[in-house]
């Protein structure tokens, strides 16, 4: 048995015979020894560690892989603000801040689209409504999608599973939140964004 670090539902990533790749903590403290990373679907590796998101983001930003993001020097993470909440990155550019906040995105559905939420969240909702608020206070905020897999095109939000999150997307992007996709190639070798994707909000 190993731990699987994703809350999601997982649909289109595990079906039952494909290949899965696992790491090895070595750590003989912890309850399950491995984590599930990847699993293969006969096309591509998925990436399903929602918390390796954050660190292809990081890397990718400073690498300057992200070509919105480039102007800024420093990168902060974790860093409270909203209502009890913490940015996954507060980015400062000669006094500009933006606020990052970073999505998993594993979800492809037959249409070929990647989409996002792959189960209802109310904590996203929660960060959206927290991003514009950093808008309306004079600083840039993005919501930036990661996707780790490779055989989709488009990026949608996912309203036949959570409609409540497509409509706060959508507003939040109306209210001056911009809404970035980015691909990575995910392999058992590493994990690195390689091409931005677009969005499509329109229903």
């Not at 507060?90 to 500009?96: T, V």
């Not at 996203?124 to 950093?134: I, S, T, V």
Request: charged share 30%; glycine share 6%; net charge negative.
């Amino acid at each position: 048995t190993a731990h699987c670090p994703n809350s999601g539902s997982m649909k289109t990533c595990k079906e039952p015979g494909w290949p899965v790749m696992l790491s090895d903590s070595n750590n003989p403290k912890r309850k399950l020894r491995y984590t599930w990373e990847m699993v293969h679907n006969g096309t591509c590796w998925i990436g399903i560690n929602t918390h390796l998101a954050y660190h292809i983001a990081r890397e990718a930003i400073e690498r300057k892989l992200i070509e919105e993001l480039t102007m800024y020097s420093e990168i902060r993470s974790e860093v409270k603000y909203g209502q009890n909440s913490r940015i996954d990155l507060l980015l400062n550019g000669n006094g500009e801040l933006c606020y990052v906040e970073i999505k998993n995105v594993t979800l492809v559905e037959t249409d070929g689209h990647y989409y996002f939420p792959d189960a209802v969240t109310e904590r996203g909702r929660k960060h959206l409504g927290e991003l514009e608020e950093m808008v309306r206070q004079g600083h840039r905020a993005v919501m930036l999608f990661v996707i780790q897999r490779s055989d989709g095109d488009i990026f949608k939000p996912a309203d036949h599973i959570d409609p409540k999150y497509g409509e706060a997307l959508r507003q939040a992007v109306d209210n001056g939140v911009e809404a970035l996709a980015y691909r990575a190639e995910v392999t058992p070798e590493e994990i690195c964004i390689k091409a931005k994707i677009k969005i499509q909000l329109d229903e």
